[in-house]
């Protein structure tokens, strides 16, 4: 087991020396369409929250709501 784990990072730290080396010069720099990317599934998450949302209220209206009908017990 300890030599399976040892070997294991070995693999992953010899692997991923190159992506520790990559300078930060790219950092920050986004264009209109990364921005225009991520809104566009902002915008469809947004729009399944609203019936998912409205669907849960209609259920804990089923579950926690009173019945219109009275139930009337035979005796």
């Known amino acids: ?8 990072l070995i ?10 080396a990559t300078s ?3 950092a920050g720099e986004g264009s209109l ?3 225009l990317f991520f809104g566009f599934f902002a ?3 947004v729009f399944q929250l ?3 949302t409205l669907m849960l209220v209609g259920i804990l209206r089923g579950l926690f709501g009173r019945d219109r009908e009275a ?4 005796n």
Do not use: C
């Not at 087991?1 to 294991?8: A, D, E, V």
């Open 11 to 20: 693999a992953l730290l010899t692997f991923s020396s190159s992506a520790f």
């Open 50 to 52: 609203v019936p998912a």
């Open 43 to 45: 915008v469809i998450i």
């Open 1 to 8: 087991m300890k030599t399976t784990l040892r070997n294991t």
């Open 71 to 74: 139930v009337k017990v035979k």
């Open 24 to 26: 930060g010069t790219g």
């Open 33 to 35: 369409l990364v921005a």
